[in-house]
């Protein structure tokens, strides 16, 4: 398997990136698409409306939205394909998935990552 990194859309876009994914839900303020220079907006892999809204980006919250999201992302059927699609396409080549979160530490990206290289 290839890299898997993650980045925030806000930082300069690099050629080492690779195949760059957005899994935001919601399109970054601030960031026009011309600029963005993405491969993919996947917002259907990010967390639904709800669980997004209950964490709000609150530390203390992480444990139980890590939980909860990978929940979503191992029992929606639509999430499941979306995980086996970025498995594959990272077999071929580097994927950098792509947020807009201030905080690098406590975001869904990172538990993304976390479930795409779990075999």
Known sequence: MEDICIK????PYEE?????VLVDRLWPRGIKKEDARISVWEKDIAPSSEL?????????LFNEFRDKYLFELRTQADK????????RISKEK?????????D??????????EELVRE
């Not at 997004?52 to 203390?60: E, I, L, S």
């Open 8 to 11: 925030r859309i806000y930082e």
């Open 16 to 20: 080492k990136d690779g195949y760059r």
């Open 52 to 60: 997004r809204k209950a964490f709000n980006h609150k530390p203390a």
């Open 80 to 87: 499941v394909r979306k995980i086996e699609e970025l498995r």
């Open 94 to 102: 580097k994927i950098t998935l792509l947020y807009a979160a201030k």
């Open 104 to 113: 690098p530490i406590h975001n869904h990206a990172r538990v993304l990552r």
